[in-house]
C-alpha cells in the first residue's frame, strides 16, 4: 500500500513543503547562475523514470558552455563555475527537482535517474530498478555515491526496490542529510561527472 498508494501523497506534500522552504535559496541560486551561466540557470535533461517512460529532469545549471576554437565544448573542469563547484558540493543543484516530485515524474527517495541511452544495455537484474519512480537521493547515493562502480549502484537501487518501506526511506533522508554535509562520494576521484556505464 506505501509503495502503490502513500508514498506518492507523502512525497507531493513534502516536496511541495519543501520548495516552499527553500524558496529564498532557490531564487539566491537561481540569480547567482543565471549570471554565471549567461542567463542560463537550469539544466534540461531528458531522463527514464517509472517503467522506463522518458520526462525532462530539471538541475541547476553548474557549468556554463564554453567551446574551444573548434566549437567543442571544453571539458568538465573548465566549464565549471565557482558558484556552479559550490551548488555541486553542497548538493543545491538537485533542490529544483523537488518541481519534478510534484510533478509525478520523481520521488524524494528511489533509484536515481540515469541517462536514456542506457536503457538497452540492462540486464533484467538492472532494468528493475525502473519498478518505482526514481528518487532525487536513494539507496545507492547513501552506500558511495559516485565513488562505487556500476555494479555495486545497481544492486544497491535493485535491493531498494525490493525492500521499500517508510522506515527505510526515513533512513534514507536521514542519511542523505550527513552526506551533504560531510560531501562524502560526490564524485569519482578526479572527475566532476561519473564514469559512464558501458554495459556488462
Given at each position: 500500500?506505501?509503495?502503490?498508494?502513500?508514498k506518492?501523497?507523502i512525497?507531493?506534500?513534502?516536496?511541495l513543503?519543501?520548495?516552499?522552504?527553500?524558496?529564498?535559496?532557490?531564487i539566491?541560486?537561481?540569480?547567482?547562475l543565471?549570471?554565471?551561466?549567461?542567463?542560463?540557470?537550469?539544466?534540461?535533461?531528458?531522463?527514464?523514470?517509472?517503467?522506463?517512460?522518458?520526462?525532462k529532469?530539471i538541475?541547476?545549471?553548474t557549468m556554463?558552455?564554453?567551446?574551444?576554437?573548434?566549437?567543442i565544448?571544453?571539458g568538465?573542469?573548465?566549464?565549471?563555475t565557482?558558484?556552479?563547484a559550490?551548488?555541486r558540493?553542497?548538493?543545491l543543484?538537485?533542490?529544483?527537482?523537488?518541481?519534478?516530485?510534484?510533478?509525478?515524474?520523481?520521488?524524494?527517495?528511489?533509484?536515481?535517474?540515469?541517462?536514456?541511452q542506457?536503457?538497452?544495455?540492462?540486464d533484467?537484474?538492472?532494468?528493475k530498478?525502473?519498478?518505482?519512480?526514481p528518487?532525487i537521493?536513494?539507496?545507492?547515493?547513501?552506500?558511495?555515491?559516485?565513488?562505487?562502480?556500476?555494479?555495486?549502484?545497481?544492486?544497491?537501487?535493485?535491493?531498494?526496490?525490493?525492500?521499500?518501506?517508510v522506515?527505510?526511506d526515513?533512513?534514507?533522508?536521514?542519511?542523505?542529510?550527513?552526506?551533504?554535509?560531510?560531501?562524502?562520494?560526490?564524485?569519482?576521484?578526479?572527475?566532476?561527472?561519473?564514469e559512464?556505464f558501458k554495459?556488462?
Amino acid at each position: 500500500m506505501y509503495k502503490f498508494f502513500f508514498k506518492r501523497i507523502i512525497d507531493f506534500v513534502l516536496a511541495l513543503l519543501g520548495l516552499c522552504l527553500l524558496s529564498p535559496l532557490f531564487i539566491a541560486v537561481t540569480i547567482g547562475l543565471y549570471f554565471a551561466n549567461q542567463g542560463k540557470p537550469f539544466f534540461f535533461q531528458l531522463r527514464p523514470g517509472l517503467n522506463g517512460v522518458i520526462f525532462k529532469i530539471i538541475k541547476f545549471k553548474t557549468m556554463n558552455d564554453k567551446k574551444d576554437v573548434s566549437g567543442i565544448l571544453l571539458g568538465d573542469y573548465d566549464r565549471i563555475t565557482k558558484i556552479g563547484a559550490f551548488v555541486r558540493k553542497t548538493s543545491l543543484d538537485e533542490i529544483p527537482q523537488l518541481l519534478n516530485v510534484i510533478k509525478g515524474d520523481m520521488s524524494l527517495i528511489g533509484p536515481r535517474p540515469l541517462l536514456p541511452q542506457y536503457l538497452p544495455l540492462y540486464d533484467e537484474f538492472q532494468n528493475k530498478r525502473h519498478e518505482v519512480r526514481p528518487g532525487i537521493t536513494g539507496w545507492a547515493q547513501v552506500n558511495g555515491r559516485n565513488s562505487i562502480s556500476w555494479d555495486k549502484k545497481f544492486e544497491y537501487d535493485v535491493w531498494y526496490v525490493q525492500h521499500i518501506s517508510v522506515k527505510l526511506d526515513v533512513k534514507i533522508f536521514f542519511l542523505t542529510i550527513k552526506k551533504v554535509f560531510i560531501r562524502e562520494g560526490i564524485n569519482m576521484q578526479g572527475q566532476v561527472t561519473t564514469e559512464a556505464f558501458k554495459g556488462n
